[in-house]
Structures are given as structure tokens and as C-alpha cells.
T-cell receptor, first 111, second 113 residues
């Protein structure tokens, strides 16, 4: 089992560019999550998907959109990147109210 | 308001010394509690979890944590720290019918040889 995979691992964007971060899990989990991690701020929830076909906003959703493509895949899109979105992005999945399993992260720099 | 507080941003201990990382939470429902560890440049790995039952839980790498409902705490302990334990540690809370998890801001552990 690969667990949770994320692509790409690193990305540099210019202000205003768009991109999609991909996430996939092979653990048959219902719930999937996108977090951003910034120094001194821990993990902040951007969006989550409790189950296939549903998505909900987290703590910091502005500037992002998500798609739960199927049970395995949950993508995060930045439509017009801003320097404030420079961060490390983590995808996670879980069974209902179980522990979360995290991907390796995507380091995004917006110039 | 629901929150998780890790009051220590940085902790430095000598190799072989004991360790306790503090975690306090505020949560409206019965909490599910977690400790994760993050090595530099890596994702988060689960150390241990508490759902119910025995309030002292054992995890991987020799870690344990004790749930104290009266103090709203879930402190992480290790009797003897190894240099490889140097990492950042996150406490998290969830459960009670919500799909959301709340993370603390983390404690960075440094281990002196």
C-alpha cells in the first residue's frame, strides 16, 4: 500500500498563476483533508471531504477550491496564486473519526 | 471554542533524559486525542491515540500519553529520549460526530548528545 500520495513534491509559481495539487489514497478511507502548514501556526484545515461527493470549508478556504474526484482522489486548486499561499500543503485521509494518515507534502513557493 | 494548546514551542533535553510534552484542549464533545510526530521535510506520523478506555495509552517508539479529563490534558511522555526523537510533535483532537480535527501549533524537540 502506498498510503497517501501527493504530487508534485515541489512547485514554484508566479503571482497569478494557477495550479492543482493532487492527492490519492489507497486505504479505502471515506474522509479526506487538505491542510497548510506555516511556521509557528501548526496545521490549518483548508477544505475537507467527509465522504465521496461532499466537500466543506475548513479554517482557511479563501483562495482555494477542491474537487473530490472519486473515493480515492481529492485535489486542491489555486486559481490565482498569491505570495500568502506560499506554504507546505498536506493531504490526509481517515476512516470515520479515526486517525488521519498524511501524505509527504507539497512545498509551494509563490513569487 | 474548540482549541488545542501546546504551551511549549521549543524543548531541549539531553539524550537519555525523560521527556514530557504538554497538550491541553478545549472541546465540546467527548474527545478523540492524538499525538503525531513530524521529522524535517516529512509528513506527520501517528504516535498514539486515545478514543476511550484506559487513560494511559502506549504508542510507537516508546512513547506514552495520559488522558486526564479533569485537567483537559493529554501529555506525551517518554522515559529516555534518543537522539532520533528530535522532531516536531503535534497534539490533535477530534471526534464527537465532527469530521474536523484541530491541531496544536507544535512543540519542536531538540536532543543534546
Amino acid at each position: 500500500n502506498a498510503g497517501v500520495t501527493q504530487t508534485p513534491k515541489f512547485q514554484v509559481l508566479k503571482t497569478g498563476q494557477s495550479m492543482t495539487l493532487q492527492c490519492a489514497q489507497d486505504m479505502n478511507h471515506n474522509s479526506m483533508y487538505w491542510y497548510r502548514q506555516d511556521p509557528g501556526m501548526g496545521l490549518r484545515l483548508i477544505y475537507y471531504s467527509a465522504s465521496e461527493g461532499t466537500t466543506d470549508k475548513g479554517e482557511v478556504p479563501n483562495g482555494y477550491n477542491v474537487s473530490r474526484l472519486n473515493k480515492r482522489e481529492f485535489s486542491l486548486r489555486l486559481e490565482s496564486a498569491a505570495p500568502s499561499q506560499t506554504s507546505v500543503y498536506f493531504c490526509a485521509s481517515s476512516a470515520i473519526e479515526g486517525e488521519q494518515f498524511f501524505g509527504p507534502g507539497t512545498r509551494l513557493t509563490v513569487l | 471554542a474548540q482549541s488545542v494548546t501546546q504551551p511549549d514551542i521549543h524543548i531541549t533535553v539531553s539524550e537519555g533524559a525523560s521527556l514530557e510534552l504538554r497538550c491541553n484542549y478545549s472541546y465540546g464533545a467527548t474527545p478523540y486525542l492524538f499525538w503525531y510526530v513530524q521529522s524535517p521535510g516529512q509528513g506527520l506520523q501517528l504516535l498514539l491515540k486515545y478514543f476511550s478506555g484506559d487513560t494511559l495509552v502506549q504508542g510507537i517508539k516508546g512513547f506514552e500519553a495520559e488522558f486526564k479529563r479533569s485537567q483537559s490534558s493529554f501529555n506525551l511522555r517518554k522515559p529516555s529520549v534518543h537522539w532520533s526523537d528530535a522532531a516536531e510533535y503535534f497534539c490533535a483532537v477530534g471526534g464527537g460526530g465532527t469530521y474536523k480535527y484541530i491541531f496544536g501549533t507544535g512543540t519542536r524537540l531538540k536532543v543534546l548528545a
